[in-house]
């Protein structure tokens, strides 16, 4: 990969002094939807992830170069006038975290050659915008010496989404990525940061992905409606009950002051979001014990409250999902990812994978019309300099 990365960057930007860093992706293994209210989710990083190579140019120019879109060719900007432009596509991403960096008062005024290759499945509920975000941030960390954790690191990378890009996104997806561990998942409470890791210890499972190639933007999803819907059940029960979220109540006192909210769907919405966190710190106790049957019915119970609370999964995941559920095996299946489309994560008896991937598979393309892929995958480290 190494050689491949720093022959390509030769051949587009005609220069052999790239450094060579990768960033993860992620995937949530319960606590969706949580993030923006103030609850707690329990994400892992992946092997899979987004590559870079990168050099200072000595140009006031920034130039981005994707192998996963070949077809855009070297997207150039300058390096002091960055501002979003729709024809600069998957770049906006990486163009934001370098202006929030200069915005937060980092120097970086001399320009960049940045080379990207992905190896996550774009659009998949993986988080492969978050993990260009992170990787950007942690390259021009590194290649200007910046003084900045990795956990601010997080919050600029989701600031510039929610201020660059527009999308309205919580923490879960760049935190789980600028801190992830090998082996852990990062049970992190989304209110104040605070966070644990805890090893994930599926015995003689395999955590499978299922990508249901079903195309989609959070931007122009129903994502920012279901937050605005979230944000004003808070505004109504703030009138009846001392609470600064959702994720502050418990399912005893969300049902005694739900009525308060005084609309059906935005009662939907903030039930689903008080008991997801329950059931995500219900889930991490579960694993914590060695009880993975509870935390598989958990995940089983998440897929249920997204599908009929939060509406966010969809023909295409329930298909998934439903025919994970009647496989030999599966201890747990559940939509992962924003929803609209994207993935499906299951844990799956090692014996049961093969037969769990074809039956699944053929289950889904015969309804849907088209396939699914599926990736079995290893939970690993945060950013590194390769």
């Known amino acids: 990969m190494k ?88 770049a906006n991403y990486a163009k934001g975290v370098i202006k929030t960096l200069q915005d937060k008062g980092y120097s970086i005024h001399e320009g960049l050659d940045l080379l990207y290759y992905g190896n996550i499945p774009n659009a998949s509920g993986l988080s492969s ?35 660059f890009i527009g999308v309205n996104c919580g923490i879960m997806d760049q935190f789980s990525i600028a801190m992830g561990k090998k082996d852990h998942a990062i049970f992190l ?53 001392e609470i600064k979220s959702l994720g502050e109540l418990t399912e005893e006192e969300f049902e005694k002051y739900k009525d308060s909210i005084g609309d059906f769907t935005r009662t939907k919405r903030a039930k689903h979001a008080v008991y997801e966190n329950q059931r995500t710190m219900k889930a991490v106790e579960a694993l914590s014990a060695g009880n993975i049957t509870l935390f598989g019915e958990l995940m089983n119970a998440s897929h249920v409250s997204l599908r009929d609370d939060y509406e966010v999964t969809g023909i295409e995941l329930d298909t998934l999902v439903e025919a994970a559920w009647a496989q030999e095996g599966v201890i747990g299946s559940r939509m992962t990812g924003a929803g609209f489309g994207g993935c499906t ?5 090692n014996e049961n994978v093969d037969a769990f991937i074809e039956n699944v598979g053929t289950i889904y393309e015969k309804k849907i019309g088209y396939k699914a892929d599926f990736y079995v995958v290893e939970v690993g480290d945060g950013p590194v300099r390769l």
């Open 129 to 163: 915008s978050a993990s260009v975000e992170v990787l950007t941030g942690f390259m021009v960390k590194e290649l200007f010496g910046l003084d900045i954790s990795l956990v601010d690191l997080a919050l600029v990378s989701q600031y510039a989404e929610n201020h």
């Open 345 to 349: 994560v299951s844990i799956v008896k």
């Open 189 to 241: 409470d989304t209110s104040d940061l605070s966070y644990e890791y805890a090893p994930i210890k599926l015995e003689d499972s395999k955590i499978v992905i299922a990508c249901s190639n079903k195309k989609r933007g959070l931007g122009d999803s129903k994502y920012n409606e279901r937050r605005q819907e979230c944000e004003d059940a808070l505004a109504s029960l703030q009138k009846v009950v």
């Open 3 to 90: 050689q491949e990365l720093l022959s390509s960057f030769e051949e587009v930007f005609g220069a052999k002094d790239a450094e060579l860093f990768f960033a993860p992706g992620r995937v949530n293994l319960i606590g969706e939807h949580t993030d923006y209210n103030g609850g707690h989710v329990f994400p892992c990083a992946l092997t899979i992830g987004t590559y870079g190579a990168a050099r200072k140019n000595g140009e006031k120019v920034l130039r981005f170069y994707s192998l996963n879109f070949k077809e855009l060719g070297v997207i150039e900007v300058p390096v002091e006038n960055l501002v979003y432009d729709k024809k600069d596509d998957w």
